[in-house]
Structure formats: structure tokens, C-alpha cells
């Protein structure tokens, strides 16, 4: 697969592999052409030195990830670990056997690309991402809220860009996703604030799906997928996105 991985970054981002290290012949880095940053570290190594399991060399990438959230979730299933030789708390290390399917190695390589771009080109070459957002039935009725319209104004979490996902978690006594949106419109001047909110601007999102309040319980993402908390936006492993698209 690391010959893949190669090709991909090759193909989509003109990134040739550099080989730094006389001492580790088959380490190679891949950089951004403006900043230098690098990306994504491909290497052979072996398993004991991530805490991985066998007594063969295995091949791995390293890839930068800023959703620490996401971090947490994705170290709890199989092929990923703390950054090998690099900084644990924002490199992750992802073993190139087919335990992560290239598919999602790709996407974690774009996540890596995009978050050491230069500030130029970060939304030059930003991907939509999916989110999964609170929403506290107690200070809004987000259960009621698509009733009578398809499209509604709701906070702007950082990060988030028009044609993103958002996946609305409703909070006690619902505690569970309950709807798909598209966001249609960012960066709406809002100003609000009280002991229990500050908006400083809006988005547009608009219904795509609903969910029954007994599909993606609280205790459903806590037990299948590793999400033990939805405090703000954040991203959601692959293994959520393929369960929400397929309920």
C-alpha cells in the first residue's frame, strides 16, 4: 500500500518523496512547495517502536491531525498510534497493511496536506468536511426546528465552511443525532452574548436527513464509535460518516 499512498500524494499534491536520512534509506518525507512544512512521513519500521503487534517490519505514513477529538477516537481502533518520531499530541501514525483502508488513509493524508498549508492556501485546497455540532434542547427547540422550514440559522463553529456536513447532536433528555445538514452560507455578522452563549457570527445549514432519536444514541456513539463527549464541533471518524450516510 505504501507504494499507493506514493502515487496518491505524487498524483494529487506534485509532492515527490525526499530521503533525508543516509541511516533510514527507506524514510521519506513529503512537503508543501510554498511553506516547506512537511505533510506526511512514509516509512518501514518495526512494530515495537509504535507498540504495534508481530516481529516483521511493517510500512507506515505519519500524518498531522489538529482535531484532538478525532485524535482520540481514531487511537482507539486498529492500524492507528501516536506519532512515531514525532510530536504524539498533533502526528498520528497509520499502518500501511489494510487494517485502514486506503480510502481512509487518503483522507487523513488531505487532512494532514490541509493542515500545514500555508493560511494562502488552506481554503484553496480545504476538502468539505463533515461535523458532528451540539445543539441544547434547553436553550433552543432543536427538535422542533425543521418543522416548518428546511433551512434554519444556527452558530458558527470554527472551522466550519459552506458546503460542509453537519450532524446535529441534540442534547439531554435526547441525547442523539438527530439531523444531516448542509451548510449553505457562512460568516452572517451576529453579535449575542449571555451567561450561557456567545455567537459571533452564523451559518445557513439546510435539513438533508433525519434520524430517529433511537438510531444514534448517546450510548451508541459512546460504545461503537469511541465519542464520549460533543462539547463543540468537531470531526468524525470514517467508521460514524459510513453508519450516518447508510441510517
Known amino acids: 500500500m505504501k507504494e499507493k499512498i506514493i502515487k496518491y500524494i505524487q498524483k494529487k499534491y506534485g509532492a515527490k518523496p525526499e530521503y533525508l536520512w543516509k541511516r533510514y534509506p527507506g524514510y521519506a518525507v513529503y ?13 518501514n519500521i518495526m512494530p515495537d517502536m509504535i507498540g504495534a503487534p508481530g516481529a516483521e517490519e511493517i510500512e507506515v505514513v505519519n500524518v498531522k ?32 497493511d489494510g487494517t485502514v483502508p486506503y480510502e481512509a488513509v487518503c483522507s487523513m493524508i488531505d487532512a494532514s496536506f490541509e493542515a500545514t498549508a500555508s493560511a ?9 468536511k463533515e461535523w458532528i455540532i451540539p445543539a ?9 426546528a425543521f418543522d416548518e422550514a ?9 472551522g466550519i465552511i459552506k458546503g460542509d456536513t453537519v450532524y446535529m447532536y441534540v442534547g439531554a433528555p435526547v441525547s442523539a ?21 456567545t455567537i459571533n457570527s452564523l451559518m445557513k445549514i439546510e435539513l438533508v436527513k433525519r434520524y430517529r432519536e433511537d438510531q444514534f444514541t448517546f450510548d451508541v456513539l459512546k460504545k461503537e464509535y469511541g465519542i464520549f463527549a460533543v462539547r463543540g464541533p468537531r470531526g468524525i471518524p470514517n467508521s460514524l460518516s459510513a453508519a450516518l450516510k447508510k441510517g
Do not use: S
Not at 510554498?34 to 516509512?43: G, H, P, S, V
Not at 455578522?189 to 449571555?194: A, G, I, L, R, T
Open 120 to 128: 494562502k492556501n488552506k481554503k484553496k485546497f480545504r476538502q468539505p
Open 31 to 43: 512537503r508543501h512547495e510554498d511553506n516547506r512544512k512537511w505533510f506526511a512521513l512514509t516509512a
Open 65 to 96: 491531525i489538529d482535531d484532538l477529538m478525532l485524535r482520540d477516537i481514531l487511537l482507539q481502533q486498529e492500524g492507528y498510534y501516536p506519532g512515531y518520531h514525532m510530536n504524539k499530541m498533533n502526528w498520528m501514525t497509520i499502518v500501511l
Open 136 to 144: 441544547n434542547p434547553k436553550y433552543y427547540d432543536i427538535v422542533h
Open 177 to 197: 443525532v438527530l439531523y444531516k445538514c448542509k451548510v449553505t452560507e457562512t460568516d452572517i455578522p451576529y453579535k449575542y452574548e449571555d451567561k450561557n452563549l
Open 150 to 158: 428546511t433551512e434554519i440559522d444556527w452558530k458558527q463553529g470554527a
